[in-house]
């Protein structure tokens, strides 16, 4: 019996893309903001109860951001999450390295 290799596809980059998800490059900002949020709760300590309170949401309601639920909120809301972390949000628009493509929005952490 020969086994079959599996299929590989190279990844575009966006997981959200791969999946065929609606609003890829939306979520993907989302998801690397979020990500963002998480790391800041682990590094200062902060129970769920305390960091829901710095953001302005509730427990139950930050839970539910850091598992990935986050379709109901906008990518500047996160962002005003956190700027309640001290951190300084700054946009930078610059052309895209390839003409005539559509641009793209990225999100990169000076943390990293």
Do not use: C, W
């Not at 509730?58 to 906008?74: A, C, I, K, V």
């Not at 003409?99 to 999100?107: L, M, W």
Request: proline share 4%.
């Amino acid at each position: 019996m020969t086994k079959r290799k599996p299929e590989i596809q190279k990844s575009s980059g966006n997981v959200f893309a791969d999946l065929g998800l609606p609003n890829a490059d939306e979520r993907k900002l989302k998801a690397s903001i979020v990500i963002e949020l998480h790391r800041l709760v682990k590094d200062r300590g902060l129970t769920q109860i305390k960091a829901a309170k710095l953001v302005g949401v509730s427990q139950p309601d930050l839970s539910n951001l850091l598992r990935g639920d986050f379709d109901d909120y906008s990518a500047e809301r996160l962002m005003k999450m956190l700027t309640a972390f001290e951190q300084d949000i700054e946009i930078v628009m610059k052309p895209h390295a390839k003409a005539g493509e559509k641009g793209r929005i990225t999100f990169r952490s000076a943390a990293a």
